[in-house]
């Protein structure tokens, strides 16, 4: 007597399997089964799939490449409603002469909102299913995300000066403390902590901050030596370089997640390795405003968990996680003279179970294992512009870009359907696209 087929959700047929985990692996004509409850049941030959499950759903990617879902490990999303505001200027320049006077005119609930929904809808096209935020209006970009179906770790933002959001910064922790009581049981919906900058934040809200996030064991981020200027002006203010303050402070453990870390000494990536922190590299940003090459060969070396992120769409301008690792390979090569330095497959892990790690969500996303939700990205890779293909991981971050994304799937639901969006809708997003276009840039 044969069993008969186990009844699931959803069987998503791939030419190949790219997991992620464990590293380096391609698995040829598999498939994976996902459940009810939007968890990956299984991975599996193919033929084999066929004759163990029942599926509601089978999806055949006869041509494709199925990959964890992209995670976008630090971004300001709503503020891709400011995306080519204020271009080809400096970090300081560029914040207090235009990005902070806009959000001083600007800034509300329902600019968070659209603008989230607009970024959401550009990263759910290009493959990313989950992204970390540092905003203001925490609960709208939580609400954005909701509705586009899409996983977000919303931070708390915490910062020293007055906006529309919140009046000091312990207005800002208790604020962020009130959506994150709210909000906590949305099973797409995770939190951290996200103190602006040092030289935003004082010593005694960043040892706040530090055990808040210890009590309830929150990840933090926070951008951390960005450029020069920021650790000169630490030094004349505080006598000491930044991420001696956030030692200071208590911040220095495995929750720390330190975006940008581009200008750090050989004593300072110690530093970060030995206490388990984290780092967000997000190299287009970091070229784009003429901050510098991070170092991030070095922070591997040195055991520093890295991850990818794009920041926001005012300084990238794109929220695209295929250049950012297609980027980061080759900044990594032509910084140290090491052409072997982050391969392909560094690149891949950097943008899913490294990001997935630092958010402490590696149990649960960033790679397609048995148990975690499938969050799933499928990529083309039949079209004649990037073929042929030999390699189909490393044609993934070196030929392969967004455009090539034909479906994403988030908790087990198909988010994006052979290019098409199910959980936005497009003309009403470019709607809202100009009309606060209009508002922010009134003659354009």
């Known amino acids: 007597m044969t069993n008969s087929p186990t009844p699931i959700q959803t069987l998503i047929e791939a030419r190949w399997v790219i997991p992620a985990a464990p590293a380096r692996c391609i698995l040829e004509q598999h498939a994976v089964a996902i459940g009810d409850d939007g968890r990956i049941v299984d991975v599996l030959p193919i033929t084999e799939a066929r004759e163990r499950y029942n599926a509601s759903s089978v999806v055949v990617l006869a041509d494709h490449a199925?990959?964890?879902?992209?995670?976008?490990?630090?971004?300001?999303?709503?503020?891709?409603?400011?995306?080519?505001?204020?271009?080809?200027?400096?970090?300081?320049?560029?914040?207090?002469q235009h990005i902070w006077p806009a959000e001083a005119r600007h800034l509300s609930e329902a600019f968070v909102y659209d603008g989230t929904r607009l970024a959401c809808a550009e990263m759910l096209r290009g493959g990313t299913t989950c992204f970390n935020d540092m905003y203001f209006f925490p609960r709208d970009t939580a609400r954005a995300a909701l509705t586009a179906g899409m996983r977000a770790a919303v931070g708390m933002i915490v910062i020293d000066f007055p906006s529309t959001y919140a009046a000091d910064a312990q207005d800002y922790i208790s604020k962020g403390l009130a959506f994150r009581d709210e909000m906590k049981d949305e099973a797409l919906l995770h939190f951290c902590f996200a103190p602006h900058a040092p030289y935003t934040v004082s010593d005694e809200h960043l040892t706040q901050v530090a055990t808040y996030a210890s009590e309830l064991d929150l990840p933090v981020q926070i951008h951390l030596h960005e450029t020069l200027t920021e650790i000169e002006q630490s030094l004349a203010k505080h006598g000491v370089r930044p991420l001696q303050r956030l030692q200071n402070a208590g911040l220095l453990n495995p929750g720390l997640i330190a975006v940008h870390a581009v200008h750090l000494t050989r004593e300072e990536i110690a530093l970060l390795a030995r206490y388990g922190c984290h780092v967000a590299h997000c190299p287009t940003s970091n070229l784009k405003l003429a901050s510098g090459i991070a170092p991030v060969r070095a922070l591997l070396e040195a055991g520093v968990n890295v991850?990818?992120?794009?920041?926001?769409?005012?300084?990238?301008?794109?929220?695209?996680?295929?250049?950012?690792?297609?980027?980061?390979?080759?900044?990594?090569?032509?910084?140290?003279?090491?052409?072997?330095?982050?391969?392909a497959w560094q690149a891949l892990e950097m943008a899913t179970i490294n990001a997935a790690r630092a958010l402490a969500l590696d149990d649960r996303i960033g790679s397609i294992t048995t148990g975690k939700f499938a969050d799933l990205t499928a990529v083309n890779l039949a079209d004649s512009a990037i073929s042929p293909c030999y390699d189909p991981l490393s044609h993934l971050v070196y030929a392969a870009g967004r455009e090539h994304v034909s479906d994403v799937w988030v908790n087990g639901r198909r988010v994006l359907d052979?290019?098409?969006?199910?959980?936005?809708?497009?003309?009403?997003?470019?709607?809202?696209?100009h009309y606060w276009r209009d508002q922010l840039h009134p003659t354009s």
């Not at 990818?308 to 990238?316: I, K, P, Y």
């Open 66 to 96: 199925l990959i964890p879902g992209l995670i976008n490990l630090h971004s300001h999303a709503a503020m891709a409603l400011m995306r080519g505001l204020a271009d080809d200027l400096p970090l300081m320049d560029w914040l207090n």
């Open 307 to 343: 991850g990818l992120g794009t920041d926001g769409a005012a300084s990238n301008n794109r929220l695209d996680m295929f250049a950012e690792m297609r980027l980061a390979a080759l900044l990594a090569k032509g910084s140290s003279g090491d052409a072997t330095a982050v391969p």
């Open 418 to 433: 052979r290019g098409i969006l199910t959980t936005l809708d497009n003309e009403e997003l470019l709607a809202r696209s």
